[in-house]
């Protein structure tokens, strides 16, 4: 088994409210022709040395690794191991895991923050012109700006579905002032409208000062695992599930069945990062309502031969 890591570097800086990136760092581990990754975010704060360290250790692909190995050490092998047992039983994954076809399903691209709306809006319309979803980053830390940012993509896209993202950028009661108004332009849905840091303390103060929403609200960072689903359940319409978050494929699935029980929409998500990693989750996009896997078009380097997209913005794996 080979262990490497390769630095990707993004076509330009990319903004959200966590902060700003230029490159990242992704664990590769190939075994027998079959290849799979996972990225290393700065969010997580993880060693890339200790997880090289740790699967270095192993003899075999099969081999466990220690349960404190880094998240991205453990899900490149989880990811490696099921690639080589779908790739025994000679089908694509999705295939040997039971689960709809993904492909054909339309996905959605995602905009960082921008300080030029004059250029963004040019980006979103040309994006507009293949994807019929996509997705806003906000939390640019002026609310007025988050409206700027909307207007101007509903006036650039008029057509197209509009979502947006927030990573936790407003107080309880700016995401209860915004929610609205940003509905009131054409948004609907929004991720992530408050930190993730305290609990569900935000996520109650937001319910009480906007009960009913007039649009899908969704959590992403407040919920890493099937564990954290129920908890947040009364106060989101919709869960965002991503592999590196919860871990392993299994975990994905469980993440899934949970928020769907419940009553809950499923978007699926990945990091920026190579379209060779991207596609592991693409072969879990039949479960899902949307469907945001572009991390890799934001990359100088994609190595290819992953997930794609064709001119309608439709998924193929
Ligand atoms: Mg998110």
Not at 24 to 40: C, K, M, N, Q
Not at 139 to 149: A, N
Not at 150 to 176: F, K, Q, S
Not at 285 to 298: C, E, N, P
Request: net charge negative; proline share 7%.
């Amino acid at each position: 088994m080979r262990c490497e890591l390769r630095t990707l570097h993004l076509t330009e800086p990319f903004h959200i409210a966590h902060g700003t990136s230029t490159e990242r760092t992704v664990l590769r581990l190939s075994h027998d022709g079959v290849s799979a990754e996972a990225p290393f975010v700065p969010y997580y704060a993880e060693s890339p040395g200790a997880a090289m360290a740790a699967l270095s250790a192993l003899h075999d692909p099969f081999d466990a690794l220690p349960a404190d190995a880094p998240r991205a050490a453990r899900l490149a092998h989880d990811v490696l191991q099921h690639l080589l047992l779908a790739r025994r039983a000679g089908v694509p994954l999705w295939q040997h895991l039971h689960l709809p076809d993904p492909n054909g399903r339309a996905a959605c691209r995602s905009l960082g923050i921008p300080t030029d709306l004059g250029a963004y809006r040019q980006r979103v319309a040309e994006i507009a012109r293949q994807f019929r979803v996509v997705k806003l980053k906000l939390g640019s830390g002026d609310p007025g700006h988050d409206l700027g940012i909307v207007r101007v993509a509903r006036e650039a896209a008029p057509l197209a579905t509009l979502i947006a993202d927030a990573n936790g950028g407003w107080t309880p009661t700016e995401a209860a002032d915004l929610i609205p108004r940003l509905a009131a332009l054409g948004l609907t849905m929004i991720e992530q409208p408050v930190a993730h840091g305290q609990g569900l303390a935000p996520w109650i103060e937001l319910k009480a000062a906007l009960p009913r929403p007039p649009i899908v609200v969704f959590a992403d960072e407040s919920v890493q695992t099937s564990a954290d689903v129920p908890g947040m359940a009364p106060f989101v319409q919709g869960i965002s599930v991503k592999l590196l978050k919860c871990g392993t494929i299994r975990e994905a699935l469980t993440m899934i069945r949970v928020s769907r029980d419940l009553g809950k929409q499923v978007l699926l998500s990945c990091m920026i990062e190579s379209s060779l990693g991207i596609a592991v989750a693409g072969h879990l996009a039949g479960l899902a309502d949307y469907i945001d896997l572009d991390g890799h078009l934001y990359l100088a380097n994609d190595p290819g031969g992953g997930i794609k997209f064709d001119e309608q913005g439709c998924l193929h794996l």
